[in-house]
């Protein structure tokens, strides 16, 4: 494979700064047999009655924050805590990440530059603990909006309701899980009454944003932790077994369903950090249709669906998507894909 097969020209007018309001009248583009473009609105017209919705219910932190370092403003975005009081993150301006240097925050709240690390990445500490830091956070902390987002408008409250979920509820993410943006309470409160939802966790980290480096099969992506209960794999298993049919929603709750599936051929219960890698040529053994937003060009998403959906046709979706200015992106429009075997 090579990674120019992945890639295309999106217009800058394309990339959604804002969520769709209301956000159930999304466009939505199905890519079956046919191409058919639609609304999120209707999404439930292409549910059957044994069919099964999977939800990723983690909750975005607001872990956007600015502190003074040496008299310079730096902002900080906490992508994977380590410890009580320790976390990975990335920063700007880079050149003031200094090993050694004490970053001040609001509220008597310090931390402190440990070690420096590969593509922008450090490791910090801060002086309080783990209940203290989250308080901290809630009072001052910012939703952390995708960079192509950041660099055309600054994060505000708006933001703390358009990227969230209606169903979030596990405290872990670093980035929403956007396909499910478009749900409304209406419509969620209507498929988990009809007993259609089955609720996972993964916490989104970094990865999501990361970029392929070097070559595709070199490529390792950032773990992340993720929970399937023996509840929520053993209602997938018994729909699996009455023919129905599993509906994910999201790429982050794919790559959950088919970690849990790697061991046994079909779900079993999960927990723990999987960094699986979807590409081209991966064997699917649990999602028939995934419910996601439009992704990013050479991105490791972009693999994802290419290896759901097939090439070609992903190639197709987007090429109708930009000829029909779907919006793009995190709070853009979305597709629904049907496993290609």
């Excluded at 999120?40 to 607001?62: A, G, H």
């Excluded at 004490?102 to 530059?113: C, G, M, N, V």
């Excluded at 993720?226 to 053993?234: F, N, P, Q, W, Y």
Aim: proline share 4%; with cysteine; hydrophobic share 35%.
């Amino acid at each position: 494979m090579d990674l120019s097969q992945f890639d295309y020209f999106l217009p800058e007018k394309l990339i959604a700064k804002r969520p769709c309001s209301p956000r159930e009248n999304s466009r939505m583009l199905v890519c079956d047999s046919d191409l058919t473009d639609d609304k999120f609105i209707n999404f439930t017209k292409y549910l059957e009655k044994n069919d099964l919705i999977v939800i990723n219910n983690s909750k975005v932190m607001p872990i956007l924050i600015a502190g003074i370092s040496n008299s310079h403003e730096i902002t900080i975005t906490l992508h994977k805590e380590i410890n009580e009081n320790t976390w990975l993150a990335f920063g700007k301006p880079g050149k003031r990440i200094i090993v050694g240097n004490e970053i001040i925050f609001p509220d008597d709240t310090k931390a402190q530059i440990i070690k420096k690390m590969e593509f922008g990445e450090f490791k910090i500490s801060f002086n309080c603990n783990k209940i203290k830091l989250q308080s901290f956070l809630e009072k001052n902390g910012k939703m952390p909006l995708p960079p192509y987002i950041l660099k055309k408008r600054e994060t505000d409250k708006k933001d703390f309701t358009d990227y969230q979920t209606v169903y979030a509820k596990k405290t872990g993410s670093i980035a929403a899980p956007t396909a499910g943006l478009h749900f409304n309470k209406k419509i969620f409160n209507e498929l988990n009454d009809n007993n259609q939802i089955v609720e996972i966790t993964l916490h989104v980290g970094a990865g999501t944003f990361q970029p392929i480096r070097g070559s595709i099969d070199s490529h390792r992506m950032h773990s992340e932790y993720g929970l399937v209960t023996d509840s929520s794999a053993e209602k997938i298993r018994n729909c699996k077994k009455n023919g129905g049919r599993i509906i994910s929603v999201g790429t982050t709750s794919l790559r959950l369903l088919e970690s849990a599936s790697l061991q046994n051929g079909e779900i079993s219960s999960f927990k723990g950090e999987t960094d699986i890698f979807i590409k081209p040529g991966f064997k699917f053994k649990t999602v028939d249709l995934l419910l996601t937003n439009f992704h990013l060009p050479q991105s490791t998403l972009l693999f994802l669906v290419a290896a759901f959906a097939g090439t070609e046709k992903i190639n197709k979706l987007y090429k109708k998507a930009i000829d029909m200015k779907y919006r793009f992106f995190s709070y853009g429009d979305v597709s629904l894909l049907y496993r290609n075997d």
